[in-house]
């Protein structure tokens, strides 16, 4: 089973600013990664896929970027509705699909 | 925009069956592109995968789950279910439901695009 590791588990950002978000895989999973955006009460919602496409009506300020073992999420700029907790999904090995353990993007 | 709403009940009783179904609207669960996923998340917990199926009934599950767990297609209601027996105070978690997309530039590799809210389900004894 592929283990992701997501740091740090919380990120303290001001609005404005650029956020750098990082996930590493217990061994390569190519780029057959993903990035989530999670709210209380609200499905969670695709960012990016297979590493670096944005997924459908995501703004450009989400970048992905990485292959094999290390990849990163990169939100530019940030604005008050990006304050969430991220998480990461590879899709390489399977069964069985692992997602990262998430990190809180807070207001500094 | 295709939506999937988890229902069932958010209360079961130790060793009793789990049991939740997902409506999917905007698109049909028939498509050959897509599988058809169940994910959980216990309180402060991460994202556990459970197990997938495709409309033809074709399913893969989570090995540490798989001597209780049965997934199921209903293609004339565009539903599936998901049935977990022997419930324990573990598997009290936030369950999603979730489509799940093949690549086009390579078969063989689904990732979740479109998720439900959640159903939260309590095992209490």
């Known amino acids: 089973e592929i283990v992701l590791t997501q740091s740090p588990a919380t990120l303290s950002v001001s609005p404005g600013e650029r956020a750098t978000l990082s996930c590493r895989a217990s061994?390569?999973?190519?780029?057959?990664l993903a990035w989530y955006q999670q709210k209380p009460g609200q499905a969670p919602r695709l960012l990016i896929y297979d590493a670096s496409t944005r997924a459908t009506d995501i703004p450009a300020r989400f970048r992905g970027s990485g292959s094999g073992t290390e990849f990163t999420l990169t939100i530019s700029s940030l604005q008050s509705e990006d304050f969430a907790v991220y998480f990461c999904?590879?899709?390489?090995?399977?069964?069985?699909?692992?997602f990262g353990q998430g990190t809180k993007l807070e207001i500094k | 925009q295709v939506q999937l709403q988890e229902s069932g009940p958010g209360l079961v009783k130790s060793s009793e069956t789990l049991s939740l179904t997902c409506t999917v609207s905007?698109?049909?669960?028939?498509?050959?592109?897509?599988?058809w996923g169940w994910i959980r998340q216990p309180p402060g917990k991460g994202l556990e995968w459970i197990g997938s199926i495709y409309y033809s009934g074709g399913a893969y599950y989570n090995a540490s789950l798989r001597s209780r767990l049965s997934i199921s297609v209903d293609t004339s209601k565009n539903q599936f279910s998901l049935k977990l027996s022997s419930a324990t105070a573990a598997d009290t978690a936030l369950y999603y439901c979730?489509?799940?997309?093949?690549?086009?530039?390579?078969?063989?590799?689904?990732?979740?695009?479109?998720w439900g809210r959640g159903r939260l389900v309590t095992v209490s004894s």
């Open positions: 979730a489509r799940q997309k093949q690549r086009t530039t390579a078969a063989g590799f689904y990732y979740f695009d479109y």
């Open positions: 061994q390569s999973v190519n780029s057959n």
């Open positions: 999904h590879q899709y390489n090995n399977w069964p069985p699909y692992t």
């Open positions: 905007g698109g049909s669960i028939s498509s050959s592109y897509y599988y």
